[in-house]
């Protein structure tokens, strides 16, 4: 049975109707998502952003790195201790002077237009210079691309303390050419040579689908 027909189907009655609306309701409110749905929570509220966030494949870190590739990069022990998402590892991203462009960059996942940001954890330490995150998609082309942000965050070589990245453009900033206008991604981290150790510690890498519900 469609949609419309369930509609149509709630002119019986007054019970009837509110009992289907409450049907009718929720595909709508779930329109803009042609990805498949995943857990959300308000990841950033204890910083003012009470946008809904969904994980990243494995961007908490903590299974081990399953579809990641890491480049002078790996797993380590602990957590982001806001705890954004619970769990005790995070990714460390270079290993001092030789460590050239450390990279991180995640399995592919689904985007549509319900997920125009992403959003992780940092902390920088020993960083010469700022963190780039980028995209991989393809283009009206058919080509894979790699679109770099630029970070906002200035950093020093002393060791920082962890913080929210700021939003990083995501479906607002790519094409979305595939079945129900979504896009296959990945997403990526390059950090800077340091000076002693990781130059940046990431977690818990989320995706700001729109508030539902
Ligand atoms: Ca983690």
């Given at each position: 049975?469609?949609?419309?027909?369930?509609?149509l189907?709630t002119r019986?009655?007054h019970?009837?109707a509110?009992?289907?609306?409450?049907?009718v309701?929720?595909?709508v409110?779930?329109?803009?998502?042609?990805?498949?749905?995943?857990p959300?929570?308000?990841?950033?509220?204890?910083?003012?952003?009470?946008?809904?966030?969904?994980?990243?494949?494995?961007?908490?870190f903590?299974?081990?790195?399953?579809?990641?590739?890491?480049?002078?990069?790996?797993?380590?022990?602990?957590?982001?201790?806001?705890?954004?998402?619970?769990?005790?590892n995070?990714?460390?991203?270079?290993?001092?002077?030789?460590?050239?462009?450390?990279?991180?960059?995640?399995?592919?996942?689904c985007v549509?237009?319900?997920h125009?940001?992403?959003?992780?954890?940092?902390?920088?330490?020993?960083a010469?210079?700022?963190?780039?995150?980028?995209?991989?998609?393809?283009?009206?082309?058919?080509?894979l691309?790699?679109q770099?942000?630029?970070?906002?965050?200035?950093?020093n070589?002393?060791?920082?303390?962890?913080?929210?990245?700021?939003?990083?453009?995501?479906?607002?900033?790519i094409?979305?050419l595939?079945a129900?206008g979504?896009?296959?991604?990945?997403?990526g981290?390059?950090?800077?040579?340091?000076f002693?150790g990781?130059?940046?510690?990431?977690d818990?890498?989320?995706?700001?689908?729109?508030r539902r519900?």
């Amino acid at each position: 049975m469609s949609i419309r027909s369930l509609a149509l189907g709630t002119r019986r009655g007054h019970f009837v109707a509110f009992a289907t609306a409450l049907f009718v309701l929720l595909p709508v409110s779930l329109a803009g998502a042609a990805c498949p749905l995943t857990p959300t929570k308000q990841a950033f509220a204890p910083w003012g952003d009470t946008a809904e966030y969904a994980q990243v494949p494995g961007g908490s870190f903590e299974q081990g790195g399953a579809g990641w590739t890491f480049i002078s990069a790996n797993i380590t022990a602990g957590n982001d201790p806001f705890n954004v998402v619970s769990g005790r590892n995070s990714a460390a991203l270079g290993s001092g002077w030789g460590s050239l462009a450390a990279t991180a960059i995640s399995p592919e996942f689904c985007v549509d237009k319900s997920h125009p940001y992403f959003r992780f954890m940092l902390k920088p330490q020993g960083a010469v210079g700022a963190l780039a995150t980028f995209i991989i998609y393809r283009n009206t082309a058919g080509n894979l691309v790699r679109q770099i942000l630029g970070s906002k965050i200035a950093t020093n070589i002393l060791p920082g303390n962890w913080r929210p990245s700021e939003l990083n453009p995501l479906s607002v900033n790519i094409p979305l050419l595939e079945a129900g206008g979504t896009a296959t991604v990945q997403l990526g981290f390059i950090s800077p040579l340091s000076f002693n150790g990781p130059a940046y510690f990431i977690d818990n890498v989320l995706v700001d689908p729109y508030r539902r519900g």
